[in-house]
């Protein structure tokens, strides 16, 4: 079992562009979510997903920012014309039904220059 | 949603010595209260777990307490040795079967040689 995979590791976009995080669950799992991590500060909840369904979205900015889990293929956080504000680590986790253990990926580290 | 509250937000201590961690929640219907740690530059990791229906669990030199009235719980760590050196973060979560969790701020515990 390879684990949550998230890709890229690094992204560095320019302000206004859109950046597009990727996240693998493991295998077996379907639910997905995504914590947003601000240099020297702790994790905070953005999203929370099931296949084809967002179930809990109160952590996610109103404006920019989206998020899907689609029947095939991994869940993208998608931010749409970034600002610097928005530079952080973003992780994924993903936990199986009935379980309430979550296992985290390597996070992608976002730099907005 | 929940607010989880955790202290101190850095901790010091001697090779050998114990380190409490402590964190306090406040929806009293949170049944699930995970603690994770986090090396520099990588995932967050599961370390110990306990859930609403226990006050103790222990794991060789990790243990973690529950206190449901006082809707506090702690990290204590025994004979610490360097590798302990990392952020630790307590969380609570409010469903039952999901895993939204919501973070505390974080402890970073640096363990002296």
């Known amino acids: 079992n390879a684990g949550v995979m998230q890709n890229p590791r690094h992204l560095v976009r320019r302000r206004g562009q859109e950046a597009r995080l990727r996240c693998s669950p493991m295998k077996g799992h379907s639910h997905v979510y995504w914590y947003r991590q601000l240099p020297e500060e702790g994790l905070k909840f953005m999203v929370y997903?099931?296949?084809?369904?967002?179930?809990?979205e109160s952590g996610m900015p109103k404006e920019r920012f989206s998020a899907e889990f689609p029947k095939e293929g991994p869940s993208i956080l998608r931010i749409q014309q970034v600002v610097r504000g928005d530079s952080a680590a973003y992780f994924c986790?993903?936990?199986?039904?009935?379980?309430?253990?979550?296992?985290f990926g390597q996070g992608t580290r976002l730099t907005v220059v | 949603g929940e607010n989880v509250e955790q202290h101190p937000s850095t901790l010091s201590v001697q090779e050998g010595d114990s380190a409490v961690i402590k964190c306090t929640y406040s929806d009293s219907a949170s049944n699930y209260f995970p603690w994770y740690k986090q090396e520099l530059g990588k995932r967050p990791q599961l370390i110990i777990d306990i859930r609403s229906n226990v006050g103790e669990k222990k794991d060789q030199r990790i243990a973690v307490t529950l206190n449901k009235t006082a809707k506090h719980f702690s990290l204590h760590i025994t004979e610490t040795q360097p590798e302990d050196s990392a952020v630790y973060f307590c969380a609570g979560s409010d469903q039952t079967g999901a895993n939204n969790l919501f973070f505390g701020t974080g402890t970073r515990l640096t363990v002296i040689p």
């Open positions: 997903l099931q296949k084809e369904n967002i179930i809990d």
């Open positions: 986790a993903s936990s199986r039904t009935g379980s309430t253990e979550a296992f």
